[in-house]
């Protein structure tokens, strides 16, 4: 945490003295006041508003009204500090000046209090949480190339959590799962380097972070704002992928854009070592890779957004097979022979519709997503999986900014593993949950999430788990 923080530290002090030394000798528009040049290039009038412009008096005065509004500081507003869109404002202007030249840093704090409170493995409450940090850099901005970018994500996590209470497919919080489940680590868990070498194409490379890369699909489905459990957050999609796509991943590939910036779809080639807390390079690529494309179609309704996602990832490790035909018994050692199988895939398709949305904000809306995925069956945890939620945001008057949900699943585990495997915990079965949570706004930058979820473990001996719980979301 310390050798963490003393990094981030001596970069933002080494670029913001380089920045104080450029701007010494050169004067730098504030964003939030353009010139009166720059307004009037900006904003063209119509003929007719022209000539009754040039019909006033050429006062000071109506100079000064004739100008725009500055434009909104993104950290800071200019009421008081429970109004800022960040809790730390912007750091004196040093947070906008940073932002002029290509660098800005996020800092975010996120605290759970959850429990079984019924059924599961264990009851027990637990109390953890973390801190991420998020360094995004613009290379033209500071001064190098266009269409240069480095993005880095750092967590740390501490205190404890109810993974392993709720059950090892339960997956109740998913921001305890990073850097590693249940451990107190700071780590870089993401760093992508990117260049765009045109509005709609982009190669990147480096260490990815995955719960990112999803969130770069889904912008809307945020791990911090809205579903804590990772199966509903990722479309009931999470048990047919993760014997083999790991927390963070070494990984490059293309990735295309649409002209709005969203993510339209994508082919990156990664290696299938989990890299979270370590940089992944002595071992890349020596147990295997994997590849993932993916593709957007839109598909809007009655003028209301909505879109197919298709995604295909396979593998070319090799992993311990859970039907019992693939083992053996050498009987001249006396040595039991584990049975192998190569090359698992999962295929999913995700369906989004924006079923309302207010035409005056359109922030406002209730949104459906229903995800779908197969797998190859052993060696994966589960064969199929399957959910659908609905999600909301301002919908009652005055809380234009609270968001609510609520959704299922279910996971069909593999049957080698629930048959040939039934001395893990009494016998395994398919999984099952449901999952709501409603997001209140206390500040811009606080933000208190209720959260209740029924879990069916994958152990036959376990009733079904009754989890409770809040989370805390700071923004710095």
Known sequence: MRNLTITVATIILTMGSAIADQTAHKSVPSPNQASTAEQKAASPKSADQKTADDAKPDTKDHDASAQSA????????KGNWLTWPKMTGDWGGARTTLAEHGIELDLRLTQSYQGVASGGKNTNFAYGGKLDYILNIDGKKLGLWEGF????HAETQFGDSILGDAGAFSLPNTVMLWPLPNQHETAITGL???QALSKNFVLAA????VLDLWTMVYPRRGAFDGFMNTNMLVGGAAIPWFRFVNLSVLGAGGLVLRDDGQLQGGVLVFDLNNSTTTTGIPELFTDGGGV????????????KPGGLLLVFVGGTQTYISYDKSDWGLDLRDRR?????????WTAAI??????WENPDNKKQNVWFLTGWSVSSGNPNF?????????????????REKDKAGVGSLYNQLTSELKEDFTFLGGGLQDTWGTEVYYNIEITPWMHLTPNLQVIQNQNKVDDPGVIVGFRAVINF
Do not use: C, H, R
């Open 292 to 303: 993932l494309g993916l593709w957007i179609f839109l598909l809007d309704i009655a003028d």
């Open 192 to 194: 992508l380097v990117e």
């Open 70 to 77: 500055p434009p909104p500081n993104k950290y800071q507003s």
């Open 350 to 355: 995700f369906y989004d519709q924006v079923l």
């Open 336 to 344: 039991l022979l584990v049975g192998k199988k190569t090359g698992p």
């Open 382 to 398: 589960a064969k199929w999986s399957g959910s659908a939620s609905v999600e909301a945001t301002g919908l009652l008057p005055g």
């Open 149 to 152: 970018f480095v993005t880095m």
């Open 206 to 209: 480096g260490k990815i972070n």
